[in-house]
């Protein structure tokens, strides 16, 4: 029988290790991977950002994963600054190896700079359910914390650069304005379109290739395309776009949609 668990742990709540179930480590291409985030991403409308979204690349220890200690959080604002973010909840999706971790208090995209996430390793943090720590920093070697950084930038255009050199732009025409969450070191980009126009606004987009590159930009998620004209992004052959989202919610792993 299909099974799929979904484990939580609530602030000040305590999560038991008799939750664990135990998987058979999973050996990639004959090498023996460590744990590691294969992606992130930030869930929730422009109005208030609802959370964040970490996918494995094998199944953790649950009791660890769900334990808010696990993670801290940080943020910066331009102007006035809403209460130091905090994480209520985390709900740890078995069979996906996803984890949503859900603030506390929504935090405004209007006026966010930047958005920070520690996720701990090994003793006091993310293990596998072997007892693996996290590789976090991604050097291919258990251990070491992840550091996942977001910078916001906004206009009615956007620019920005991908790891490969590609360089790619998006402009939103005919009324409305574009907010992209650029994740530091990595091609993990989202971009909200806040006010336009429906059946006025268009999205216009442009790519300069880097030397060595494939020469296809690559934007994880697209938010409130309901209404605008997207086909300049999302059926060009130049950009692959992992999520169209109509709505103003932001949800760019969802169950089932692996990287």
Avoid at 28 to 36: E, K, L, Q, R, S
Avoid at 224 to 235: F, R, Y
């Amino acid at each position: 029988m299909h099974r799929r668990l979904i484990y939580r742990c609530l602030l000040g709540a305590v999560c038991a290790a008799a939750c664990v179930i135990l998987y058979p480590r999973v050996a990639n291409a004959g090498v023996d991977t460590p744990p590691h985030i294969q992606v992130s991403g930030i869930l929730g409308p422009a109005a208030g950002l609802t959370g964040m979204v970490l996918r494995f690349n094998e199944h953790m220890l649950v009791d660890r994963v769900v334990n808010l200690s696990s993670y801290s959080l940080n943020a910066r604002f331009t102007g006035a600054a809403p209460p130091a973010p905090r994480f209520a909840q985390a709900d740890y999706d078995d069979e996906f190896h996803q984890v949503r971790l859900f603030f506390q208090t929504p935090l405004p995209l209007h006026n966010l700079r930047t958005l920070q996430l520690r996720v701990r390793s090994g003793a006091a943090g993310l293990v596998a359910f072997d007892g693996t720590p996290l590789d976090g920093d991604n050097n291919h070697r258990a251990g070491g914390d992840a550091l996942i950084r977001y910078t916001a930038v906004r206009g009615q255009s956007v620019k920005w650069s991908e790891l490969d050199g590609d360089q790619l732009t998006l402009e939103l025409r005919g009324g409305g304005s574009l907010t992209l969450l650029r994740r530091e070191r990595a091609d993990e980009d989202q971009v909200w379109l806040l006010d336009a126009v429906p059946g006025v606004s268009r999205l216009a987009a442009a790519l300069r290739p880097g030397r060595r590159t494939n020469g296809i930009g690559r934007i994880q998620e697209l938010v409130g395309l309901e209404g605008v004209d997207s086909s300049a992004v999302t059926e060009n052959d130049l950009f692959r776009v992992l999520q169209s989202t109509l709505g103003p919610d932001a949800d760019p792993i969802q169950c089932g949609c692996r990287p």
